[in-house]
């Protein structure tokens, strides 16, 4: 469990110390307080991913050269100071220089917030990026595909937007980023299948145990292998001055009773299925790792109806620590706050 976050210069917050309570909090107050600043400190201290921005630079208070995160658990405190664009990550006062051995051991993290009710709606890069989130924590492997993987992206893309680009350096990049993306792809495909029964399971526990069907599949750009279809599309790819297929423009099928839920569920459907993703997260994670994951919940309880909501809080794994942010209590009604509570006023805790 974790019990002590501090941060200096980390978003809104100069300096904070806080003991946090064994099975998490309720943190209560107005928005832009920085409720979901500190949700979003505890995630990256166990991720190194931010979801809410892909630029450290950004974590960092307006003015501030830097920020440091210091994050105390039963086995272990983490400790991550960025400064210069450089990333100083220990555990136990012991520097790791790897982000795999910084991250072993780090107890799984699921995060649910606004954004993530559009994940059936909105965008596929929003389940691209839900994908990437849950699969870095899954395999270690995932991460180091996804980044080379992304790396080479970003240097071909460039190669296409040149008048005149090198054929020989445009063919080593195609080459690495098929080899990563080809392995990325499998890995999805891998995750998918195990997240497949947790979602089901979730979904029918908030739906308040409904017989709609609801399917997840795996939509790839291509069916070739990826090197071949990298180079079959490469004079489009000029043309055009970017790369058009591949694993950063695939998506996930989502489907209830045979439909794409995206154009034809009701609103509360898309948001049960949005949860039951969030929450397989956490189930997924803790049957691979063992460990009782961090729930991360920003916001959105206030937006659910009752039902939904009682069904939501009672499917949460028991043994989780959990920090919920709100901005008011009376989504409760009568009912006592399930978790400590906490105010939160001008990046201070009350």
Same mark, same amino acid.
């Given at each position: 469990?974790? #019990?002590?976050?501090?941060?200096?210069?980390?978003?809104?917050?100069?300096?904070?110390?806080?003991?946090?309570?064994?099975?998490?909090? *309720?943190?209560?107050?107005?928005?832009?307080?920085?409720?979901?600043?500190?949700?979003?400190?505890?995630?990256?201290?166990?991720?190194?991913?931010?979801?809410?921005?892909?630029?450290?630079? @950004? *974590?960092?208070?307006?003015?501030?050269?830097?920020?440091?995160?210091?994050?105390?658990?039963?086995?272990?405190?983490?400790?991550?100071?960025?400064?210069?664009?450089?990333?100083?990550?220990?555990?136990?006062?012991?520097?790791?220089?790897?982000?795999?051995?910084?991250?072993?051991?780090?107890?799984?993290?699921?995060?649910?917030?606004?954004?993530?009710?559009?994940?059936?709606?909105?965008?596929?890069?929003?389940?691209?990026?839900?994908?990437?989130?849950?699969?870095?924590?899954?395999?270690?492997?995932?991460?180091?595909?996804?980044?080379?993987?992304?790396?080479?992206?970003?240097?071909?893309?460039?190669?296409?937007?040149?008048? #005149?680009?090198?054929?020989?350096?445009?063919? +080593?990049?195609?080459?690495?980023?098929?080899?990563?993306?080809?392995? *990325?792809?499998?890995?999805?495909?891998?995750?998918?299948?195990?997240?497949?029964? #947790?979602?089901?399971?979730?979904?029918?526990?908030?739906?308040?145990?409904?017989?709609?069907?609801?399917?997840?599949?795996?939509?790839?750009?291509?069916?070739?292998?990826?090197?071949?279809?990298?180079?079959?599309?490469?004079?489009?790819?000029?043309?055009?001055?970017?790369?058009?297929?591949?694993?950063?423009?695939?998506?996930?099928?989502?489907?209830?009773?045979?439909?794409?839920?995206?154009?034809?569920?009701?609103?509360?459907?898309?948001?049960?299925?949005?949860?039951?993703?969030?929450?397989?997260?956490? +189930?997924?994670?803790?049957?691979?790792?063992?460990?009782?994951?961090?729930?991360?919940?920003?916001?959105?309880?206030?937006?659910?109806?009752? +039902?939904?909501?009682?069904?939501?809080?009672?499917?949460?794994?028991?043994?989780?620590?959990?920090?919920?942010?709100?901005?008011?209590?009376?989504?409760?009604?009568?009912?006592?706050?399930?978790?400590?509570? @906490?105010?939160?006023?001008?990046?201070?805790?009350?």
């Amino acid at each position: 469990m974790l #019990h002590t976050l501090r941060l200096r210069d980390f978003r809104c917050y100069k300096r904070l110390n806080w003991e946090i309570p064994s099975e998490g909090a *309720l943190l209560l107050g107005s928005n832009a307080q920085g409720k979901t600043s500190l949700l979003e400190a505890i995630c990256v201290a166990l991720t190194l991913h931010s979801p809410r921005t892909a630029r450290l630079d @950004r *974590l960092a208070r307006h003015g501030a050269p830097g920020f440091g995160i210091s994050l105390g658990a039963d086995s272990d405190t983490r400790r991550l100071v960025w400064q210069m664009r450089q990333i100083d990550m220990r555990i136990n006062n012991h520097q790791k220089q790897a982000y795999a051995d910084y991250l072993a051991g780090a107890p799984p993290v699921a995060w649910l917030g606004n954004r993530d009710m559009a994940l059936v709606y909105g965008a596929a890069e929003q389940r691209r990026d839900f994908m990437d989130f849950l699969g870095m924590q899954w395999h270690p492997l995932y991460r180091t595909h996804l980044q080379a993987y992304r790396k080479a992206l970003r240097a071909r893309n460039l190669l296409l937007r040149n008048p #005149h680009p090198r054929k020989d350096v445009l063919q +080593s990049y195609t080459s690495v980023l098929a080899e990563h993306g080809e392995k *990325l792809i499998q890995l999805r495909f891998r995750l998918l299948d195990l997240l497949r029964p #947790h979602v089901l399971q979730h979904h029918r526990a908030i739906s308040g145990h409904s017989r709609e069907e609801v399917t997840l599949n795996y939509l790839t750009t291509t069916h070739a292998p990826l090197n071949l279809a990298l180079e079959n599309c490469l004079e489009n790819d000029l043309r055009v001055g970017y790369t058009t297929l591949g694993p950063h423009r695939d998506d996930i099928d989502l489907r209830i009773d045979g439909q794409i839920a995206a154009n034809y569920a009701s609103e509360g459907q898309q948001r049960t299925l949005a949860v039951a993703l969030v929450l397989a997260q956490a +189930s997924l994670l803790q049957a691979e790792t063992g460990l009782a994951p961090v729930l991360l919940i920003d916001d959105v309880f206030g937006e659910m109806d009752p +039902s939904r909501r009682k069904a939501m809080l009672s499917t949460l794994p028991p043994d989780s620590q959990t920090f919920i942010t709100t901005t008011h209590m009376d989504w409760f009604g009568a009912s006592s706050p399930p978790l400590p509570v @906490r105010r939160i006023e001008n990046a201070s805790l009350q």
